[in-house]
């Protein structure tokens, strides 16, 4: 199975707040090649829920993939921070995928952390100049990953 990492800004979406719901939309990614790898996500995928733009950005715990790709609903309400006017229900160039909630981490992986890890080095998102908020983790990353926490 393939493993991934989402990331989310925790005052909008959390890992606490996927917990409490049990599931729910992954929705208002606006980068096509972050797109395109929510589009490859199959049901029973893994990914490392982190938390982005706050003030310990870091893993915070897995999910899973519920449902595979569908156009992101998101794209089309007038209402919504990710509103693209551009976007219609015939081309709506947009996706999002639906989740599972796994398990939260007593406490986050921070980022200063990963950075530190051998075994990390080729993960994107510690390099430099890296801004994609869904992107693949290897296999042997997860397991790297896993051993830190």
């Not at 959390?14 to 599931?23: A, P």
């Not at 996500?41 to 870091?58: L, N």
Request: glycine residues 6%; hydrophobic residues 40%; contains cysteine.
């Amino acid at each position: 199975m393939p493993h991934w990492l989402m990331k989310s800004e925790p005052d909008e979406f959390s890992i606490q707040d996927l917990k409490q719901k049990g599931s729910g939309r992954w929705d208002g990614v606006r980068n096509y090649q972050a797109r395109n790898y929510l589009r490859e996500m199959r049901v029973g995928d893994s990914f490392f829920f982190y938390h982005s733009s706050c003030a310990e950005p870091g893993i915070a715990g897995i999910g899973r993939i519920a449902r595979t790709a569908y156009p992101d609903p998101s794209a089309l309400d007038h209402g919504s921070p990710y509103f693209d006017s551009k976007a219609s229900t015939d081309r709506n160039p947009w996706s999002a995928v639906d989740v599972d909630f796994v398990e939260v981490f007593a406490a986050p992986l921070k980022l200063a952390r990963l950075k530190t890890e051998p075994a990390l080095q080729q993960l994107a998102l510690v390099k430099k100049g890296s801004r994609l908020s869904v992107m693949p983790v290897s296999e042997e990353e997860w397991a790297a990953i896993l051993a830190l926490r």
